[in-house]
C-alpha cells in the first residue's frame, strides 16, 4: 500500500473519528482506526463496539491494503506535518509517512484483530436537514442525565411520525421536547432512543442532510459520504407525555437574556448543590427572584414582565432554568404555572419558524 495524502483532507476526516475512538479501554485496539486503501480513496474508520463512524478522503493509491493505526499519534503526526501533501507507504509491519524532509515510522496493528464492522443498514430514503437535526437535538439533550444509572434515562427518545418529527429528554426533574416538520413517508422506525454519546457525533458534522436508515441491530446515519451505525438500544423510555401541561392559567412573560442574567446572579447565593431560587409572582408586571438555602448570605432581584395571574411563589433549580434559557434563542419566554406545588412550563415567544413546538417542563423545589 502506497498512498499520495492532502494534510487538510485527512485532518478533516480524523476529527469526525474522535469522538468514537476509546482513548481508556479494556480492548486496546479500539484506541487505534482502521485504514482501507481503494481506487481513489483513503478510508477510515472507528468502532466503540456500540457506535461505528465510517469516511474517507481522496488519495493517489497504488496497491490495496489494510491496516490499524493509533488514533491520537497519527492524528498529532499529521497535523504538524510540514508540507501539505505527505505519502503513506507499508512496510514490514509498519507505515513510512514522508513529508517535504519529515520521515516517520510508525508500528501497526495487524488488521484482522480489528473487530468486525457492522454494514450500513439498507434504505435510508429518510433524509433531514443536517442544520434542523442539530437544532432539535441541541434544543434537548441539556436534559439528559449524566449519572443516572437507568440506561434510558442517558440517552433522547426520536419519534417518527408522518409529517413530523419530535425529540424529548428527561432526567426525572425535568423533560424537553421539541417537534419539527419532517418528511410524510419512508420513516425506517416509529421510534428509538438515541444515546447521548450519538448525538453528539452529529454535531461535528456539516453536511446538507442527514439520511436515516434501520435494520434489525443497528441504526444508520449517513451524511455525504460518511457513515454513523449505532447498535439499537432496548426501548424503556418514561411516558413523559403525562406531565405536560398546557393550559396552566397563571402566565408571565419576561426578557430571555434579562430573566438568565438574574438567575445566574442570584442563584450565587443560594445552596450549592440545590441552587434553589423562589420566584415571587405579583400582578400585573413584577417577578423577584430570592436565592434559597445559603446560610452566609442572600441576593434577590426584581424584574419587570408582563403577568397574567394571581400571586403565587414557586422554588426552582436555577441551574435547571439557565440551562433552558442559554439552549433557546429567543427575545421572550413565557412561564406557565398552576400553583407553586406544580410543575413549572416554560415555552419560548415567537421561536424558530422550522420547530412546530417547543416546551420544557420542570419540576418545583421542595424546601
Known amino acids: 500500500m502506497n498512498l499520495v495524502l492532502t494534510k487538510n483532507d485527512v485532518l478533516e476526516e480524523l476529527s469526525v473519528l474522535q469522538g468514537v475512538v476509546e482513548r481508556r479501554t479494556t480492548i486496546p485496539i479500539l484506541s487505534n482506526i482502521l485504514v482501507e486503501a481503494e481506487a481513489g480513496r483513503l478510508k477510515l474508520m472507528a468502532t466503540d463496539l456500540d457506535m461505528t463512524i465510517m469516511t474517507s478522503c481522496p488519495a493517489e493509491v497504488e496497491g490495496s491494503g489494510r491496516i490499524t493505526l493509533d488514533s491520537r499519534v497519527f492524528q498529532e503526526l499529521v497535523r504538524n506535518l510540514p508540507e501539505d501533501r505527505f505519502t503513506l507507504q507499508e512496510e514490514d509491519g509498519s507505515v513510512v509517512i514522508v513529508s517535504g524532509r519529515f520521515r516517520s515510522q510508525m508500528q501497526v496493528a495487524d488488521a484482522s484483530e480489528y473487530p468486525t464492522l457492522p454494514e450500513p443498514p439498507e434504505g435510508g430514503s429518510y433524509e433531514l436537514p443536517l442544520d434542523l437535526f442539530k437544532l432539535l437535538i441541541g434544543r434537548v439533550a441539556f436534559a439528559i442525565t449524566k449519572d443516572d444509572p437507568k440506561f434510558q434515562l442517558n440517552g433522547a427518545l426520536v419519534k417518527l411520525l408522518p409529517g ?22 419512508g420513516m425506517p422506525f416509529e421510534q428509538q432512543l438515541f444515546p447521548r454519546k450519538l448525538l453528539s457525533e452529529f454535531g461535528r458534522f456539516n453536511d446538507q442532510t442527514v439520511q436515516f436508515s434501520a435494520g434489525d441491530n443497528h441504526l444508520g446515519f449517513r451524511m455525504g459520504d460518511r457513515h454513523v451505525i449505532s447498535r439499537v438500544v432496548e426501548l424503556r423510555f418514561p411516558q413523559y407525555e403525562r406531565v405536560i401541561v398546557r393550559d396552566n392559567p397563571n402566565r408571565v412573560r419576561v426578557g430571555r437574556e434579562d430573566f438568565l442574567g438574574a438567575l445566574r446572579r442570584v442563584s450565587l447565593m443560594a445552596h450549592d448543590k440545590a441552587k434553589g431560587v423562589r420566584l415571587k409572582l405579583m400582578p400585573p408586571d413584577e417577578l423577584n427572584l430570592l436565592s434559597v438555602g445559603y446560610d452566609a448570605g442572600k441576593a434577590e432581584e426584581t424584574l419587570p414582565v408582563v403577568y397574567q395571574g394571581e400571586s403565587l411563589e414557586i422554588t426552582l433549580n436555577a441551574a435547571y432554568m439557565i440551562d433552558v434559557l442559554q439552549a433557546l434563542d429567543c427575545d421572550t419566554v413565557e412561564v406557565q404555572l398552576r400553583d407553586g406545588k406544580t410543575q413549572c412550563v416554560l415555552v419560548p415567544v415567537e421561536d424558530d419558524s422550522r420547530l412546530e413546538e417547543y416546551i420544557y417542563v420542570l419540576m418545583p423545589m421542595r424546601i
Do not use: M, W
Request: proline share 5%; net charge negative; charged share 35%.
Open 164 to 185: 413530523e418529527i419530535e425529540i424529548a429528554a428527561t432526567d426525572g426533574h425535568r423533560l424537553a421536547v421539541v417537534r419539527a416538520k419532517a418528511p410524510d413517508d
